[in-house]
């Protein structure tokens, strides 16, 4: 499987410098849509050129990077169309890999269970076989690398796709189960923006399952084993952002980074839910606000890891696409991201109810978001209202198709449970109702 | 002796009507005077209009149709296109939805065509702004602006300037994108009067809640008439269902009846005008502002702010006009000093610019981070891999 990934690796790279030379780079470095405040090219540039001019770079509300990214690029900016590049690439392979991992752990829980007798009768043509299960790693890498959202985040060169590649190792790390490794991914995904924190839970629940320590709290173990894992994530943290302080001998990366994505200053219109409310609102109401916003995409990790314990991976889908909906400044590099877990659940295909209008919702807005933009901005004959509308739709859209898989996902479940053809107490068909 | 009888009649009569004449030269060239002397100082010599409708789209043309109908109603009163500007934000005539293109009607069943062959807009489309209406009021336009498009009016002009469109409570929304405040627009009166740019002001807008529009005013001699209250909207008159939108506004539809019936001859007043749509027709109370204009209202011609009459006095007689000569004062000649040869600082140093140097990073990481940092990534590997790689290393 080697020699397919790598094609698809050279094909990916192809598209991604032709783009480069060609003159639509600039362009859509420019589109609010693929860019933000937090992770543009040319704010990266300019940090770097007010250091190079003695000033700290987080004076001003220009560069909201953390320290390990002027790291980073103080080194490598005149290559930096082939670090990014590299990240996407590091990210494929990384998906690719722990898809690989999750589909030989899938098949042997499946082997264990049908030898164990515990599937009803009909319900065989609902298992996976390795036949289906040979080539999702190949498409989930696909899924990624050739995703137009993925090239123009990457053209963009936005540093979204670094951190898409911390969380992709970070996934990886946690699949091939060792704790250590993850936590320190996880530390640097969370210092990098504060969102990932909440990949914790799932993160916490697939190492307890591969070690068969029961999700309850009552058993020693599942605590000591909690416990562990989180020492080490915020030991890996602390340390981090200790390290961080010594890159400018300051602590102003904490109000410019964390206190930025937190208390959304800027308002720049883009995909997220964020800026058109903020925009209007009264002043003694935006911390009120700012709470509800930002409590949405902590909250619902809780109520979905007690329902989704048994399946952390899929939780941590759910929850990488709660998060890229949800965040302050969310653009098109982050929903690229979960979209490539998509094949990983291509057998509940025929559970999925809203398949056809989800996709051509995601489509059509994403169409329509440069036209309106233009309109907006350029025409002058349309306002804000008709930007939002879409930004509003798209949301919908994708909220709309993570809670059809979530309704697939269990569905297929309980048919595995409890067998294909459901039958009520009297011997009619019955119906399964997602409450 | 009848005839002799009638002769002597005659003659009497004549002498008479003679003497009578004869009575009336001397008062008659008196007149002549008295009656050129009054002629310039009633009121204003030329008259003007503005006439702005502020909307863009094909459901708003019922606008357009309002300004079109009082351009027409003003042009045949006798204002020439030279005094009149125009101002339309969007082309019904031409829009690509008109059944019947070139037409602008103001009736159900194609009853009247407003647009006509000789309408000249001044501002059409995108030029229809708040900047441009204000600049055309205050007649600070940029030297190149063409007559067409520039309200010359002087201190003894009647400018008759009337708004439609979308608008709210003391403001009036220009093309989607834009507003003018009630306050703005007071504040262009005040302008036009310290400037002297009109004699008489009459201000007619017909848009929701136009009454908010002029309670700001504090200009002297503006009348101004608005088509509903503060908290009521106008309302459109009647749709078309070949057209496909609604024709006209209630308020301009009747205002339009109104001035069909007015010729340039007429005394109708102002009052008649502040009776042109009571509630029962118009759903919302018209209403009017009268309390700066000096003259008393039923004194005011409708034909004063609508039409271009000219007073006409036909005579035979001489008028001694006096001549204003003043004294042409010598001017003194400007002695001519000789200055001296002024040029501009150097903006941009470029010949410096062009040599120099490309600038060297000057920023370092500091030698305690890199160190902190990859030791860091080596305990991570080693710790992940197993302390036996380290003999690889070492």
């Known amino acids: ?435 | 002796m009848a005839a002799c009888r009638s002769a002597v009649l005659y003659l009497s009569l004549l002498t008479l009507v003679l003497c009578l004449f004869g009575s009336l030269g001397p008062v008659a060239t008196d007149s002549v005077e008295a009656k050129a002397s009054q002629f310039f100082r009633s009121g204003h010599t030329n008259n003007w209009a503005v006439l702005v409708c502020t909307s863009r789209f094909w459901f708003n043309y019922r606008h357009v149709a309002n300004t079109l109908s009082v351009y027409r109603s003003v042009k045949r009163l006798g204002i020439p296109d030279s005094h009149i500007v125009l101002m339309l934000a969007d082309d019904m005539a031409c829009n690509h939805r008109n059944p019947k293109p070139a037409t602008v009607f103001s009736h159900k069943n194609m009853e009247l065509n407003v647009y006509g062959d000789d309408v000249e807009v001044d501002y059409r489309g995108y030029e229809v702004t708040v900047e441009n209406f204000l600049r055309v009021l205050t007649g600070r336009l940029p030297r190149s602006t063409p007559r067409s498009k520039r309200l010359l009016s002087d201190d003894r002009s009647n400018i008759l300037i009337y708004l439609t469109g979308h608008g709210g409570n003391g403001f009036l929304k220009f093309q989607d994108s834009e507003e003018i405040s009630n306050v703005e627009l007071a504040d262009a009166f005040e302008q036009m009067w310290q400037k002297r740019r009109y004699n008489e002001l009459l201000f007619i807008i017909d848009t929701c809640q136009g009454a908010s529009m002029y309670e700001r005013f504090y200009s002297p001699n503006v009348m101004a008439l608005a088509s509903s209250q503060v908290g009521e909207d106008s309302l459109s008159h009647q749709p078309d269902l070949a057209i496909g939108v609604h024709l006209m506004d209630r308020y301009t539809f009747y205002l339009l009846e109104f001035l069909e019936d007015i010729h340039p001859a007429s005394q109708a007043n102002m009052n008649d005008l502040f009776k042109v749509c009571p509630s029962s027709l118009c759903v919302s109370t018209p209403g009017h502002r009268t309390d700066l204009f000096h003259r008393d209202p039923s004194s005011v011609l409708i034909t004063d702010f609508f039409g271009s009459v000219r007073k006409v006095e036909i005579t035979t007689e001489a008028v001694d006009l006096v001549p204003n000569v003043t004294e042409q004062e010598e001017e003194p000649t400007l002695i001519v000093m000789p200055a001296e040869p002024q040029s501009y600082v150097e903006q941009l140093p470029v010949a410096e610019i062009i040599h120099q140097k490309p600038k060297q990073k000057d920023w370092h990481p500091p030698d305690g981070f890199i160190l902190g940092l990859w030791t860091l990534i080596l305990l991570v590997f080693f710790k992940t891999y197993g302390i036996k790689h380290l003999k690889h290393i070492f």
């Open chain 1, 1 to 435: 499987m080697a020699a397919p990934l790598a094609v698809v690796l050279i094909v990916a790279v192809t598209i991604r410098a032709v783009l480069f030379r060609s003159s639509l780079a600039e362009l859509i470095a420019q589109r609010v849509e693929v860019v933000s405040p937090l992770n543009a090219w040319k704010r990266v540039v300019e940090g770097l050129a007010l250091l190079d001019l003695g000033v700290t770079p987080y004076s001003g509300d220009v560069f909201h990077e953390t320290p390990l990214i002027i790291y980073l690029f103080h080194f490598v900016i005149d290559y930096s169309e082939f670090v990014f590049m590299i990240a996407d690439g590091i990210t494929a392979v990384a998906l690719y890999l722990a898809v690989q991992d999750y589909n030989k752990i899938v098949f042997r829980k499946q082997k264990y269970a049908l030898e164990a007798d515990r599937y009803p009768r009909d319900v065989l043509e609902l298992i996976q076989t390795p036949k289906d299960m040979y080539y999702i790693p190949l498409k989930v890498a696909l899924f990624y690398l050739l995703n137009p959202f993925t090239i123009l985040s990457c053209v963009a060169q936005s540093t979204c796709g670094l951190n898409n590649a911390v969380i992709a190792l970070f996934i990886l790390c946690t699949i091939k189960g060792s704790a250590f490794l993850s936590a320190v991914f996880l530390a640097l995904a969370t210092y990098q923006s504060i969102y990932p924190i909440t990949l914790f839970a799932p993160a916490l629940l697939f190492l307890l399952q591969r070690l068969y320590i029961p999700v309850s709290l009552h058993c020693p173990r599942f605590w000591v084993q909690a416990l562990q894992y989180g020492v080490m994530f915020l030991g890996s943290l602390v340390v981090i952002v200790c390290l961080s302080f010594f890159l400018l001998s300051s602590w102003d990366f904490i109000p410019s980074v964390y206190g930025f994505i937190l208390s959304v200053p800027d308002l720049t219109p883009n995909i997220g839910l964020f800026w058109y409310f903020f925009a209007e609102m009264f002043e003694h109401f935006r911390l009120f606000f700012l709470c509800v916003f930002q409590i949405n995409v902590f909250f619902y990790i809780i109520p979905l890891s007690i329902k989704l314990k048994e399946h952390p991976v899929f939780l941590m889908f759910m929850q990488i696409a709660i998060i890229s909906i949800f965040k302050s400044y969310p653009t098109v590099g982050d929903i690229a991201l979960y979209m490539a877990f998509l094949p990983v659940w291509s057998h509940l295909y025929r559970f999925l109810r809203n398949i056809f209008l989800v996709s051509c919702v995601l489509l059509a807005c994403s169409a329509l978001f440069p036209v309106l933009w233009h309109l907006w901005i350029f025409a002058g004959s349309a306002n804000s209202n008709f930007y939002y509308a879409i930004t509003l739709v798209f949301n919908v859209g994708q909220i709309l198709l993570v809670s059809d898989y979530f309704y697939a996902y269990l569905r297929r479940e309980h048919h595995m449970a409890h067998g294909l053809y459901l039958k009520r107490k009297d011997g009619s068909e019955a119906t399964l109702v997602l409450k």
